[in-house]
């Protein structure tokens, strides 16, 4: 067990042991619960995860999977050979959307991205692009959330939870799990719960910090307040909350709020640094994109990424697109044009600089979104949503470079070849990170519960 950021959780820990409920209820990070069960760590390749959250659905067939029958079968409906789908707006008989991409093989492994990616052409070699994946969300709400836990369904705890709880942190004076959304004016489908512990303890739930020039808004207190004083203040909340904690033992947000003054109280002397981008050079920040308006939002976010990581961070989800921006219903040349616009420097210089830096052996790199889009039309010029067949893709941390698994079938709409589940994907990830996704268990209610849901099953190929 850990004492935050002293003893002061000691008497917590033991009043809970009296009462039995140490176990489950006063669960800490740093370290990870989850770790004082060997049997289902195995050899790990990646130390963290950076999770790169496309939020509202990427089309795959316009970025990085190709269909030339779209463009052959242009206006028509979809022929019968192709079997028919459930579509949120109903429009599975509209006429096919062509792609207007032009489209080129790169690097050495020869893989097919269009030109709304430029800067990822140059990445190609250090990717694992994956074609063949499919969910079960047809909405935004049940898709981001079952990429994020697993479940169509709010109530479990996410990916990251899942890896504070088996991992924790290598830093003990910054979060396990954060999250960053590019867009402050609008929040992720389906909210918090995406980033939440679910039924398991409330400490494992992600910190989400802002982008801008203030990530961590409050963290330092006014100059005029000194550090005796600011202690003493801290003391007080802790004697209230635990006094408070005494009777509601049952009630892991109580502790984790307890928890997160501590985590704050530490973070005053690492976390300024840590997203403090001063120090970079000019050069590293136009890498990213800081110095074109167009970029300098996802860039500053994709640099506090691996400042993050670099100093122990175990997960970190940044989501591009915040507020289902991806979503291109009406109009896809517009809407895809302006958000690959924005993201595509910063996404392939994060992978730049890591791979320079030697970041990327043991940084797992993951992008995507919660599905892609149809190859039929929709309101003429837009796509509907597509958890059929949609395209990710990964890099470093133990996964193969300049590979593509799997396939989509020749109008990009069903996964044919190698098919990956997001249960598979979860599993995979863990795998890296050196848990038996079948082996992690957190017990709810007697229940032995798994982070892919008793499902999955890892994709060898993606492993290098």
């Known amino acids: 067990m850990r004492a935050g950021a002293g003893f002061g959780a000691l008497p917590l820990f033991e009043l809970l042991s009296r009462e039995g409920q140490a176990g489950e209820i006063l669960a800490r990070p740093v370290g990870g619960a989850g770790a004082s069960d060997p049997s289902w760590r195995r050899p790990a390749t990646a130390k963290s995860v950076i999770f790169l959250f496309m939020e509202g659905g990427p089309s795959q067939i316009d970025l990085l999977d190709p ?139 992600g910190t989400r910090i802002g982008g801008g020039a203030e990530p961590i808004p409050n963290l330092l207190p006014p100059a005029t307040i000194a550090a005796d004083r600011q202690q003493a203040k801290l003391a007080l909340l802790d004697r209230l909350n635990r006094r408070h904690l005494e009777t509601r033992f049952d009630q892991t947000e109580l502790d984790a709020r307890i928890q997160s003054f501590e985590l704050a109280f530490r973070m005053q002397a690492e976390a300024p640094a840590a997203v403090d981008l001063a120090d970079e050079s000019a050069e590293t920040r136009a890498l990213y994109g800081l110095d074109d308006p167009a970029t300098e939002n996802n860039g500053r976010n994709c640099l506090l990424a691996r400042r993050l990581v670099e100093r122990g961070v175990r997960f970190v989800q940044l989501y591009c697109g915040a507020g289902s921006r991806w979503d291109s219903h009406q109009d896809i040349e517009k809407n895809h044009g302006a958000i690959c616009r924005s993201t595509d420097k910063p996404v392939a210089g994060l992978i730049k600089d890591l791979k320079r830096r030697g970041l990327l052996e043991d940084t797992l790199v993951v992008w995507g979104g919660e599905f892609g889009r149809t190859p039929m039309s929709e309101k003429g010029d837009g796509r509907d949503h597509n958890p059929y067949g949609f395209t990710m893709w990964m890099a470093g941390g133990g996964i193969k470079p300049g590979v593509t698994v799997g396939a989509t079938d020749d109008a990009g709409l069903h996964a044919i070849e190698d098919r990956l589940h997001v249960h598979d994907l979860h599993a995979t990830i863990l795998h890296c990170l050196g848990a038996d996704h079948a082996k992690l268990i957190y017990r709810h209610q007697g229940r032995p519960e798994r982070p892919t849901v008793n499902e999955g099953r890892v994709c060898r190929k993606l492993l290098a």
């Open 67 to 205: 269909k030339p029958l779209l463009n052959k079968l242009a206006g028509q409906r979809m022929p019968a050979v192709f079997k028919p789908v459930i579509t949120p707006m109903g429009e599975f008989y509209s006429p096919i959307l062509p792609s207007r991409r032009k489209w080129k093989q790169y690097g050495e492994s020869g893989a097919w991205v269009s030109d709304w990616l430029p800067h990822i052409t140059e990445c190609v070699d250090d990717l694992a692009i994956i074609r063949s994946c499919w969910s079960n969300g047809l909405n935004h709400v049940g898709g981001v959330t079952q990429m994020n836990t697993g479940s169509t369904l709010s109530g479990r705890p996410s990916l990251g939870s899942w890896a504070s709880y088996g991992l924790g942190t290598e830093n003990q004076n910054l979060p396990a799990f954060v999250v960053i959304q590019d867009n402050a004016r609008s929040t992720v489908a389906g909210g918090p719960r995406n980033w939440g512990a679910g039924f398991m303890p409330a400490v494992y739930q």
